[in-house]
């Protein structure tokens, strides 16, 4: 090994993914499996229009994910 030193360098952590990214993510998940649950109550009601607010919520949820998941990418690679 030469031309290094033996001294043990200190390690430094950067975190790549900024909080605000990652909140953004938890938060469409949350969105997406309560969705779920929505539509899974919501499926029991004869009714066709029951199934609209899971179905909505679920397609915003998925799209604040993506969103996050896009951004997160773009600004930290």
Not at 31 to 42: D, E, H, K, T, Y
Request: charged residues 15%.
């Amino acid at each position: 090994m030469r031309g290094q030193s033996a001294a043990p360098r200190g390690v430094r952590t950067v975190e790549q993914t900024a909080k605000k990214w990652k909140g953004l993510q938890l938060i469409g998940c949350f969105g997406l499996m309560a969705s779920i649950v929505w539509a899974i109550v919501a499926g029991q009601s004869d009714s066709i229009e029951a199934i609209v607010g899971p179905l909505m919520a679920g397609v915003v949820s998925a799209a604040i994910y993506m969103y996050a998941r896009i951004m997160a990418w773009w600004h930290h690679g």
